[in-house]
């Protein structure tokens, strides 16, 4: 294991535990949140059809509520607690339209990412130097107060080399930090965060590797096999920390011996395939993850079929830890939490 894994989990702690303590297994709730703002649970029924929801973007819980960001059909900013919409009175100066990608978090503070900005509750906190910064909707994390945004300076499209990225709150503005690459001729990309104590864990990608950073630090992913694919390189997605098992887990896909993209989840670094009984799955991925006591739920997808015909089906997969607890069929599940 990495000296700096091992130095994370050494830190690791029972204090960031759920609110009102962990849950027994019969006792949680399963939350899955669609692009169209449906929430299903765990048997497949729709709990929730958010109110005037134009897109969803991501669910997280805290405690026994859930919060989702995404943006309103009324062309208001803010996010759905529980699914009743709340409006952050903001004012902004300018004419775009407000699209919430992430979302986090921490005592009565709700933070939204809005590009190019950060805002916590009705406050507006600018992204520095972010003309070319690209992301996703795992892209932010929160603890304690402390706000992180990661993604993507695209410099490709300029003759350059893209750099992974970080934004960190400094000065009533998001002052920028490019992450580590082994040279700087090769494109590298930041998918996702996990802020713990004072430590960082990153995830994304460095040239044809899936990677992670901790405290900055780059490490690079080992893959079961060493194939590329001319369609893409191996991707860490998505990362978390456990605080009661004390392991560091980044999830995303890398390349068999068929050149298929295959789920893979990196336990402290070591490489493990989630792979459902359908043989004819050609595609899957590891999407979405989340430490829940001792447990890990990942969320992946597959798809299956012929893909020359264009005949495929895709299948969401909901697992805890290497068992599937539920499936879903052709619906949009963009993530889910647990509660």
Not at 80 to 89: E, F, I, R, V
Request: with cysteine.
């Amino acid at each position: 294991m990495s000296a700096l894994l091992l130095a994370l989990l050494l830190v690791a702690c029972s204090k960031d535990e759920p609110k009102g303590g962990i849950k027994p297994v019969d006792e949680r709730t399963v939350l899955l949140l669609t692009g169209d703002g449906h929430i299903y649970d765990q048997s497949g029924r729709v709990v929730m059809e958010l109110p005037n929801c134009d897109f969803a973007s991501e669910i997280i819980s805290d405690g026994d509520d859930y919060f989702v960001s995404g943006k309103s059909t009324k062309d208001r900013v803010g996010y759905w607690k529980n699914g009743k919409w709340n409006t952050l009175h903001i004012d902004f100066i300018d004419d775009v339209e407000h699209e919430t990608e992430g979302i986090g978090k921490w005592d009565y503070y709700i933070y939204l990412f809005d590009y190019p900005n950060v805002l916590r509750n009705s406050g507006i906190f600018p992204l520095e130097d972010c003309e070319d910064f690209s992301t996703t909707t795992k892209c932010m994390s929160v603890f304690e107060g402390k706000c992180y945004v990661v993604g993507c300076d695209v410099k490709q499209n300029k003759g350059g080399y893209n750099d992974a990225v970080y934004y960190y709150e400094h000065k009533g503005r998001y002052a920028k930090e490019v992450l580590p690459k082994p040279r700087e001729d090769v494109n590298a990309s930041a998918r996702a965060i996990c802020a713990i104590d004072d430590h960082l864990v990153i995830g994304g990608r460095v040239g044809n590797e899936p990677a992670v950073w901790v405290d900055k630090q780059l490490i690079l992913l080992p893959r079961s096999y060493d194939i590329t694919s001319e369609d893409g390189w191996p991707m860490a997605n998505i990362v978390t920390v456990a605080r009661t098992s004390q392991h560091v887990y980044a999830g995303g896909y890398e390349y068999n011996e068929e050149s298929r993209e295959v789920a893979t989840v990196w336990v402290d670094g070591e490489p493990r395939h989630l792979l459902s009984d359908d043989k004819d799955v050609f595609w899957s991925s590891v999407d979405e993850m989340i430490s829940y006591g001792d447990d890990l739920y990942v969320m992946s997808i597959e798809l299956s079929g012929d893909p020359d015909s264009g005949n495929t089906t895709s299948t969401i997969l909901v697992w805890r830890n290497d068992t599937i607890i539920a499936k879903y069929h052709g619906i949009n599940i963009v993530n889910f939490t647990v509660l």
